[in-house]
């Protein structure tokens, strides 16, 4: 079968290695579709993590977003059955970038055929903003802001109207992604860069400012607009300075949001299930495998919310 391997930072290839076979508790998952991350691939594909990644990496790596079909069940599994659809995270199993993935069968979340696949690939993102929202806790009466609105943002943005706060804000410079915010229910859109933008989020006096840049700046500026709390969903393998005495006038809670639970990936499942969220927006395209490198690059522009991977051509 095929698998993409990254050789080095800006060089890929697609390499032939043997199917998997099931073992008691696993499944085998022939991929439909397998979504770029935003934060990770371009850092990895381009070489900006430094000595975290270790070149070559290994066939698959690091595709961790991505739905397909059970082919094949191991012995035990009684839950799952050739046929099903289902959604993937990077928990389980080897990383997703492969025509056929093996999965332990309590890892992945299944989904309702009525479901197009197009649309769950992108669920295990909203995996992830759903535990960054548990993290979060109790919204109820609370002014919240959502700082960056790429495709994480955004999937925050729709389940915090599901929490009921009292406001939810953003906080983005890119007008076309501050009107997909306002669209998903965003009472308002700041541009943190102008003078203006800063001075409203500061008269806004948010309690909670959730962070989904992973960019140092916009982390201290998230901690000089909330009045009692940042959670940062974001990555950031860049140090930096902090001013701590602002911490401590305020008692200032920091939170860290790092990855989903398999039960965070089926609560993002029912979610889209009974239509509470909307993941077509998020799809600027599909690409093949092949195309890996200008995928990547369209991300990395910010030409593109999120780019699905394939392994047949989009019109076949």
């Known amino acids: 079968m095929k698998a993409l391997q990254i050789l080095k930072p800006r060089e890929f290839q697609i390499v032939d290695i043997p199917r998997p076979e099931p073992t008691e508790g696993e499944v085998v998952v022939k991929l439909e579709y397998a979504a770029i991350c935003n934060q990770n691939d371009y850092k990895i594909f381009y070489g900006l993590y430094g000595d975290l990644i270790e070149y070559p990496c290994d066939p698959g790596v690091f595709g961790h977003e991505g739905v397909g079909t059970v082919v094949e069940v191991g012995p035990g599994v009684d839950s799952l059955a050739e046929g099903d659809r289902v959604v993937m995270m990077g928990e389980g199993g080897p990383m997703l970038y492969m025509e056929y993935v093996l999965r332990e069968a309590g890892s992945v979340a299944p989904v309702a055929p009525a479901v197009p696949p197009e649309e769950a690939a992108v669920l295990e993102l909203f995996g992830c903003g759903y535990h960054c929202l548990e993290i979060v806790g109790d919204l109820r009466g609370r002014k919240v802001a959502v700082s960056g609105l790429g495709p994480a943002g955004l999937a925050i943005s729709q389940m915090l109207m599901l929490k009921g706060p009292s406001r939810a804000v953003g906080i983005e410079p890119s007008a076309d992604r501050a009107a997909i915010g306002r669209e998903l229910g965003l009472a308002e859109v700041y541009d ?12 806004e006096k948010i309690d909670t400012v959730i962070d989904a840049t992973g960019v140092p700046e916009a982390i201290l500026n998230a901690m000089e607009i909330t009045t009692k709390e940042v959670v940062i969903f974001g990555f950031t393998n860049k140090p ?77």
Request: proline share 2%; aromatic share 8%; glycine share 4%.
């Open 192 to 203: 943190p860069t102008t003078d203006e933008g800063m001075k409203a989020l500061l008269e």
């Open 240 to 316: 930096f300075e902090v001013d701590q005495s602002k911490w401590f006038q305020k008692e200032l809670v920091i939170k860290n949001s790092k990855v989903q639970t398999v039960d965070d990936l089926r609560a993002a499942v029912k979610l889209l299930e009974k239509g509470r969220i909307r993941t077509r927006e998020f799809i600027s395209g599909v690409m093949t495998f092949d195309e890996y490198a200008e995928a990547v690059e369209k991300v990395y522009k910010k030409e593109a919310v999120k780019i699905l991977l394939t392994w047949e051509k989009p019109d076949a």
